[in-house]
């Protein structure tokens, strides 16, 4: 009984977010012009004020992670890998998950029920792509400084460490793993209307964490 | 919150918009330029009989800075691997006709591919070049270094087991140790048992004692820096000597009385001969406990003995006379008895 009211509720969310999915971009040319004002309006007004918040505690976060794995690669002698290790871990992995729950917790969830569902979306989607952007290179310039200092002269070798490390694939991959989230992030109102908010949170986990393991699969398997 | 404008709405989602997809194609760009994409390169050849470590994407480095990257392995028609570096026109200068090309592996960390140009005065390395790329391997060695060290176990285990030669000389070190560290010390080592130790140190303490019961005997005094017996004997027998030495001329009645006094003094150095014979007797008799080491001991007695004997038989000729010169007893054989 449970798991039958499970797939139910699953297949209509799903059905639900498609819907959106396709009147986001398969909206007539009358309907843009039309939700434009709104989609401008729910950008500036979801997404601008909790930049500041978010990007204080995703630069906190990421202080924290390269602290402990320079640390860590320099007691062990290592420090040549720390560079990659950080931009492996935080950039590829952890920062566009942590965007994308920021960015659902505090842009999407929350006014699922009150504003425009299209312009909620475009919101959500630029919000999740904007901010895992940010915090990425926000991430990368901190690591950067954390092991090198304020001197030029390790630029040449990190960016050349981070080139070696974005291989096209791994990129390609990157690249669709952030649409994913995004795209997830922004669909996913659409999807839990009727749930209550342990439901909605529950969902949205499980949701960005299947992209995650696609992700990861593509990238190590 | 005061609510927005539609012009300042319209301001900063705008500027939301171009900042993403700023973002999203200035990320796209830089990681291009990361990989190289924007140089023009030169591509050089690299063949190796083993291309075990190396992967696309890694490395060439020049004294430690990065040249160029493996763009791809392949293995071609010779049967050898070939690694296709791109290097960019800006740092191909450093490659020279005359550099060599290393793969190192080590047994921690990555694979290395390393350039070294010996002389910087070569002309620089062509477009399409192809070299040779040596291999050093850390851990090409392991399997010999694996083989000795097994030999040499092996070799530890033989000197250390229960039975080896190296532990019974330490068993033997231990009781021999023991022995020295025991009561008797050097001399059970020495004699091989504390049996034979306690003899040497009985025969010694034997030996102590005889020389010091000889001393007391003998000379009638302690031990040390004492005259030696035959001295004393002759000091005793002395006064007989210089009577014997005057010729007996008749009985003339005037030196009656001297010859009587001679005559006491006689009796009296024989008495003390007569003692020293009896002690003698006991000497002589300690003397026949003296083992092979009382040599010396035993020299100087058969010199006293010797002595003793001359100055008895000095003793006997001077009573012989006396029978004769003086026939108050007729015979002899009755000893010395004065009427």
């Known amino acids: 009984m449970i798991q039958r009211n499970w797939l139910y509720q699953t297949g209509h969310a799903s059905l639900e977010m498609g819907k959106l999915f396709v009147r986001m971009f398969a909206a007539s040319g009358s309907q843009k012009v039309m939700a434009w004002p709104a989609i401008e309006r729910a950008i500036a007004e979801r997404c601008l004020p909790v930049l500041p918040g978010f990007l204080l505690l995703s630069s906190l976060l990421s202080l924290v992670i390269i602290r402990i794995v320079t640390v860590t690669a320099q007691s062990y002698g290592l420090s040549e890998f720390a560079l990659e290790v950080l931009v492996r871990t935080l950039v590829l992995e952890l920062l566009p998950l942590y965007s994308a729950i920021f960015v659902a917790l505090r842009i999407s969830l929350p006014a699922r029920r009150a504003h425009s569902d299209i312009a909620q979306a475009w919101a959500g989607l630029l919000a999740s792509l904007l901010f895992t952007g940010l915090a990425s290179i926000l991430a990368a310039a901190l690591a950067y400084l954390m092991v090198y200092g304020l001197s030029p002269w390790g630029l040449g070798s990190y960016i050349g460490a981070v080139g070696k490390i974005f291989t096209p694939a791994m990129s390609f991959i990157f690249l669709m793993k952030t649409l994913a989230f995004s795209l997830a992030v922004a669909l996913l109102p659409a999807g839990l209307a009727k749930a209550n908010e342990l439901q909605a949170f529950t969902r949205l986990i499980a949701l960005l964490l299947l992209v995650e393991a696609v992700s990861l699969v593509g990238n190590y398997a | ?339």
Do not use: C
């Open chain 2, 1 to 339: 919150m005061t609510p927005l404008t539609d012009e300042q709405v319209g301001r900063r989602a705008k500027l939301l918009i171009v900042l993403t997809a700023f973002l999203l194609v200035g990320s796209i760009v830089f990681i291009l330029y990361a990989r190289g994409a924007f140089e023009s390169s030169q591509r050089l050849t690299l063949i190796t009989e083993d291309s075990e470590g190396a992967t696309v994407g890694m490395s060439l480095t020049f004294a430690g800075f990065q040249l160029g990257r493996v763009t791809r392995i392949r293995l071609g028609e010779d049967g050898n691997a070939h690694l296709e570096v791109d290097i960019p026109q800006s740092e191909a200068h450093w490659l020279k006709t005359s550099s060599v090309f290393t793969l190192e592996r080590n047994l921690l960390g990555g694979t290395r591919l390393k350039a070294y140009s010996g002389i910087l005065d070569d002309p620089v390395l062509p477009d399409g070049a192809v070299r040779p790329l040596l291999r050093g391997d850390a851990t090409a060695d392991i399997p010999r270094v694996a083989g000795t060290a097994r030999e040499l176990l092996e070799n530890l285990q033989s000197l250390t087991g229960s039975d080896s030669p190296l532990v019974r000389s330490l068993q033997a070190i231990e009781v021999a140790s023991q022995r020295l560290a025991s009561d008797r010390g050097a001399l059970a080592v020495l004699m091989g048992n504390l049996e034979g130790a306690d003899r040497l140190q009985e025969a010694i303490g034997d030996l102590q004692q005889l020389i010091a019961a000889t001393n007391e005997k003998v000379l009638g005094v302690g031990p040390s820096g004492r005259p030696k017996s035959a001295d004393r004997l002759k000091e005793r027998l002395t006064p007989a000597g210089t009577v014997l030495s005057d010729p007996p001329t008749g009985p003339p009645a005037s030196t009656l009385e001297a010859v009587n006094e001679t005559l006491q003094a006689t009796q009296a150095t024989l008495r003390k001969a007569q003692e020293s014979l009896t002690k003698l007797d006991t000497v002589l008799e300690d003397t026949k406990a003296i083992t092979g080491n009382a040599r010396a001991a035993s020299q100087d007695l058969e010199q006293l003995r010797y002595e003793v004997e001359t100055s008895l038989r000095t003793a006997d000729e001077l009573m012989r006379d006396l029978q004769r010169v003086w026939p108050l007893s007729q015979d002899p054989e009755k000893g010395l008895a004065l009427p």
